[in-house]
């Protein structure tokens, strides 16, 4: 949907507005390109557009059934609608860049999103440095004239493949301070992974061959590669030169066992992304297929929301997106149909790529087979998220049935406490929406009021604050509160829920796996996990490999990881913190910097007030407090 075909006269009348803000000051905002960021009342941005007139824009969402902005999202927008903010630019290209930009960083509610933005890795190769060496990095558009190969999702995975090529490959792998400073070759010479160009052991032009193998190789060019080292080991050989011959001959033998045949692949060199679209039941699934040098090198695909969204608008903001933060630009780029701002996408793309880039649609041949084969991709991603959601849709509406609840739980909430002896204690917030993970509501709390080893406290006091300040602030409440724990537990949060007014939110415990001691070691045994209701004496068991009851224990899991990764980080910063920071008025900073003016501890309790008034950053108020702090214990004569 275009901005062309949304313009409204302005003496059109406008609906009764259903949220705080007035339509009549639409008029406040200019006609000009740019980009406007929807509010809430809260102030969190909930929807980001750009248009080439602002204000006509703007006025659609207003505009009668039938007549402007017809997207299912757009009375929810409006009705959480307290203000809107726009910032103009000079054109249209302009404010495309900065809606992506915004988009990503403030990921509102109702935009389509592409929560894996990261940039994929690439290797880099620059032939024109001295001693060349390859590097996992994330491009960010850089016009160095460098090699790159990629993109690929796995870090871990391309370094490791790296690693394996250095036997076939030795380059130098270390970084260039460390190269530039070398007098003696080290271990990865050793052992077969590095020619040691550090001190000499090999020459440029040798080594310059070893990395245009490299480069070959990554290029997808095995075949080509095992001609030039069988014809590097004759040359060898016919020059008597056999430790050569037969190092060349070991590369070869190593290239012939990790190399596989290539099973997809074009007759076309140079860079091509192909997109693939599929679209159902309200979620779309987006595939894109990256052919190098005519060889299909990774495959990557993504499920997202439309919110009724045009597929050439979803797209667009996709390609915005995607290359936005990975930079990855193709040489040629194949769409399954026309999108929105084409012809800026293009020019985008070009300057980033450093030379024109193909944006197309094809129609026939071999261009639109390879389209054919990204959408039978991303088909099938979009039938394995959808067969998923069925099973989690059919996960919540049992555990509705078995609890009693008047309608499937889409927002769970799950809450977990960490200690170790009472110290540096924390509890956590995890919530489910429809089954997945939403990572964006979590939340962590420090527990401030409760001293020693007491969990039905600190459970007391996360809630407290988390469901007071859900009143004040008249936050959505979810469907289902779940607390790690037993019977304690479970009432504690239940009295909680009481004294705030909030006793029919529907709360259940999660009480673990445990063994139930029996008279003998051998008439012990372990029961299963299960639920326990409030004012409900017996459980509520699930059957085995109940989907429902698995959700839970997912949810469960994950506050408890959630919760011990952030108590464990508190405990470091314990055991590293300074008993200096205890004195009032002394942070980590002045501790530092009092331990690094005396030389040591001893020696800053060895000295006198008027040395510490002298030292940096203190004065006599403090000098006199820090003196009596460090000799309060110490016996007196």
Not at 127 to 152: H, I, Q, S
Not at 276 to 304: H, M, P, V, Y
Not at 431 to 436: I, K, L, M, P, T
Not at 490 to 496: C, G, R
Request: charge should be neutral; glycine fraction near 6%.
């Amino acid at each position: 949907m275009t901005d062309e075909s949304l313009l409204l006269s302005e003496d059109e009348p406008a609906p009764e507005k259903t949220g705080s803000y007035r339509p009549d000051q639409i008029g406040e905002i200019p006609r000009a390109p740019g980009v406007y960021q929807m509010f809430d009342a809260k102030g969190k941005i909930i929807y980001i557009g750009k248009a080439i007139n602002l204000r006509n824009r703007v006025r659609q969402y207003f505009a009668p059934p039938g007549s402007g902005d017809d997207r299912p999202s757009v009375p929810l927008i409006r009705k959480a609608l307290d203000h809107i903010e726009v910032i103009v630019t000079l054109t249209e290209k302009e404010a495309f860049l900065l809606e992506n930009t915004l988009i990503k960083r403030h990921m509102p509610r109702y935009n389509i999103l592409l929560r894996d933005d990261k940039m994929y890795v690439s290797v880099r190769i620059d032939p024109r440095e001295p001693w060349p060496r390859p590097l996992v990095t994330r491009p960010r558009g850089t016009r160095d004239k460098a090699l790159y190969f990629g993109p690929y999702t796995q870090a871990d995975a391309i370094r490791n493949a790296l690693n394996l090529t250095r036997k076939i490959f030795p380059l130098r792998s270390c970084s260039d301070p460390v190269f530039r400073n070398r007098t003696r070759p080290c271990i990865q010479y050793e052992i077969g992974n590095c020619k040691a160009p550090c001190v000499g052991k090999i020459t440029r032009e040798e080594y310059m061959i070893l990395v245009q193998g490299l480069v070959d190789f990554l290029k997808g060019r095995a075949p080509q590669v095992l001609e030039n080292l069988k014809r590097q080991m004759a040359e060898h050989s016919a020059s008597l030169e056999f430790e050569k011959a037969a190092a060349v001959r070991d590369q070869i033998r190593a290239i012939e066992a990790s190399a596989q045949a290539q099973r997809v692949s074009t007759h076309e060199s140079g860079s091509r992304d192909v997109v693939g679209w599929c679209e159902e039941k309200g979620q779309a699934a987006i595939a894109i297929l990256f052919f190098r040098d005519g060889q299909l090198i990774e495959s990557l695909n993504w499920t997202l929301s439309v919110w009724g969204e045009t597929p050439a608008l979803t797209l667009s903001q996709f390609l915005g997106q995607f290359y936005g933060a990975s930079r990855l630009t193709p040489d040629e780029l194949l769409l399954p149909l026309p999108v929105d701002d084409e012809s800026i996408i293009t020019e985008w793309l070009s300057e980033m790529h450093g030379k024109r880039v193909e944006v197309l649609t094809p129609q026939r041949g071999e261009k639109l087979r390879l389209v054919e084969m990204a959408t039978a991709n991303a088909r099938e991603a979009l039938q394995r998220k959808l067969s998923g959601k069925k099973i989690l849709d059919d996960a919540l509406e049992d555990l509705a049935y078995r609890l009693r609840l008047a309608a499937p739980p889409h927002t769970l909430e799950c809450y977990d406490i960490a200690t170790l002896q009472g110290t540096d204690s924390a509890g956590s917030k995890v919530v489910f929406r429809d089954g997945e993970p939403d990572k964006a509501m979590y939340r962590l709390f420090k527990i401030k009021t409760v001293e020693g080893q007491n969990d039905f406290a600190m459970m007391q006091e996360v809630l407290t604050r988390r469901f007071r300040r859900a009143i004040e602030e008249k936050e959505e409440l979810p469907s289902l509160v779940i607390v790690d724990g037993g019977r304690g537990q479970l009432n504690i949060a239940y009295e909680v829920l009481e004294s705030l007014g909030l006793s029919d939110l529907p709360l259940a415990g999660l009480v673990k796996e445990h063994l139930k001691e029996g008279e003998t070691k051998d008439e012990s045994v372990r029961t299963p996990e299960y639920l326990l209701l409030p004012g409900r004496k017996n459980p509520v068991v699930f059957p085995p490999r109940a989907p429902s009851f698995y959700l839970l224990q997912r949810l469960r899991d994950e506050a408890h990881r959630f919760v011990n990764t952030f108590h464990k980080r508190l405990r470091t910063k314990s055991r590293f913190r300074s008993p200096l920071e205890d004195v009032p008025g002394i942070g980590p900073a002045k501790a530092k910097a009092l331990l690094r003016h005396f030389g040591s501890q001893t020696r800053l309790k060895a000295a006198s007030q008027d040395d510490l008034k002298n030292a940096p950053g203190m004065n006599a108020s403090l000098a006199e407090t820090l003196f009596a702090a460090l000799h309060e214990n110490t016996p007196s004569d």
